[in-house]
């Protein structure tokens, strides 16, 4: 086999090793060959990427350790560094469940879907080995992405689970007629509402999304501050569109970056504490079902390193509850 070639995906930081079957490992098991032909990639750690689904054999994600590799295969295996620990969906996240429709309350720093480094773990994996142990006998589950929130985002999503559900649904976040309200804390002082109203695009050479004048996509943020403490602010958020990005775009390029936000430019300042993420939290849902047109509102209040966070600006507790209803009001 051929040395591992290295290389750096733009914008993400993941490592790519491609390596390419010789004769001499034919019908060899996939870890073995992974650990001898990469430097400082251990059988340990190959068994843990293929277990979390980043190798692929000529393009195809392969998830078994003793997969025996035939000569000429090409190799890939993604490593973004982050830790091999996976999600597992509990009762307590489940906000609302019915034949249809499921939303959940997502921990920061779970993927909403598979990427090339890893399956198990994502939203996506967990919904549905919840649904095949939840199911009934001979009916496949079925799952309908709708909404995305980035991997470092928390709060609510949408998921449909049903067949019949799926066309309804994304006629719906098409139409723009499910109201999604979001919390989060912003570097510097909002002291007045507005809306951002730009065309969006993603920028190849780092990932990031900007406003172009032309090419991109519209995207709409309506926003209003809820308080303002130690040159940070606590911003209500109603998102128009769902652009990728869209509100830490929007809030960079007016100056406010995501407190945690690096990506998009925020910088800690001294004394104002740490963040590890940014702080943007799904705090609110509003539809009608697509099946039975009954109203349906979700809300969860933020996590507790958000809470943290913006209680030691204030210096007091807070009361979400109350929050919650003033985004909504807003």
Known sequence: MREGQQR?????????????????????????????SIADVS??????VIDFGGVFIDGK????????????????????????????????DIVYRD????????????????????????LYHVVLQYLQQDRTKGVRPDVGMVQ?????????????????????????FRDRKVEKYYLAIVSGEVRQGGTFDSLLARRRRDNRTLSVERGGKRAITHYQPIGVHAGCSLVGI?????????????FSEAGYPLVGD???????????GQAKRHLLHSAS?????????????????????????????????????NVLQQLVRS
């Not at 733009?10 to 079957?21: D, E, H, N, R, Y």
């Not at 779970?110 to 890893?118: C, D, I, K, V």
């Not at 690096?262 to 104002?272: A, F």
């Not at 933020?302 to 009361?319: E, H, I, L, N, R």
């Open 61 to 92: 994600r392969i998830r078994r350790c003793d997969f025996a590799v035939r000569p000429g295969q090409t190799i890939e295996m993604f490593l973004d560094g982050r830790k091999y620990q996976a999600y597992s969906l509990s009762q307590q």
């Open 99 to 122: 034949d249809y429709l499921l939303v959940i309350n997502k921990p920061a720093g779970t993927e909403t879907q598979p990427t090339p480094s890893r399956f198990k773990g994502t």
């Open 285 to 321: 849902l509003a539809l009608r079902h697509p099946m039975t047109d009954i109203p349906l509102h979700c809300q969860v209040e933020p996590p507790a390193d958000f809470a943290y966070f913006w209680q030691k600006a204030c210096g007091s507790q807070v009361d979400w509850g």
């Open 43 to 48: 059988r340990g750690l190959a068994r843990k």
């Open 8 to 36: 750096v995906m733009q914008g993400t930081g993941t490592q790519v090793f491609k390596v390419i079957v010789e004769d001499r490992y034919d019908g060899e098991r996939m870890d073995k060959v992974l650990s001898e």
């Open 262 to 272: 690096v990506r998009y430019g925020y910088v800690d300042k001294p004394g104002s």
């Open 148 to 172: 995305r929130l980035d991997r470092d985002t928390s709060g609510l999503i949408l998921f449909s689970i049903n067949q019949r559900s799926h066309k309804g649904l994304t006629q719906m």
């Open 238 to 250: 109603r998102l128009e569109t769902g652009r990728s990005h869209q509100i830490r775009a929007h």
